[in-house]
């Protein structure tokens, strides 16, 4: 089974740094795309950034010119630099992997445990 794994999350100072891991492993298949979703207290999963098969990117409005999302293909890990981080950046980050078996056949979402980043003021 399709398993993914972060690391690199902690408590920072506002104004820090960390970068977030998330390896892969498993009968993954072909990778359609691969991103990182966080979740604060009281509000819903969003988006901040992913990266396509093609290597464009997406970022969220609120982390762009601050966070960057990175591929190793060869070791099957997905990074997330975060810079200038500030307490509303604070929420459990999730690895995501979006991927297919075959070509033409469907696609699945694969979720990471989470990793948990801290921002203080």
């Known amino acids: 089974q399709v398993q993914l794994v972060e690391s690199g999350g902690g408590l920072v100072q506002a104004g820090g740094s960390l970068r977030l891991s998330c390896t892969a492993s498993g009968d993954i298949g072909r990778v359609n795309t691969m991103g990182w979703h966080r979740q604060a207290p009281g509000k819903q999963r969003e988006l901040v950034a992913n990266?396509?098969?093609?290597?464009?990117?997406n970022y969220a409005d609120s982390v762009k010119g601050r966070f960057t999302i990175s591929r190793d293909d060869a070791k099957n890990t997905l990074y997330l630099q975060m810079n200038s981080l500030k307490p509303e950046d604070t929420a459990v980050f999730y690895c995501?992997?979006?991927?297919?078996?075959?070509?033409?056949?469907?696609?699945?979402?694969?979720w990471g445990q989470g990793t948990q980043v801290t921002v203080s003021s």
């Open positions: 990266i396509q098969s093609t290597g464009d990117t």
């Open positions: 995501n992997l979006n991927a297919r078996l075959r070509s033409g056949g469907p696609s699945y979402n694969y």
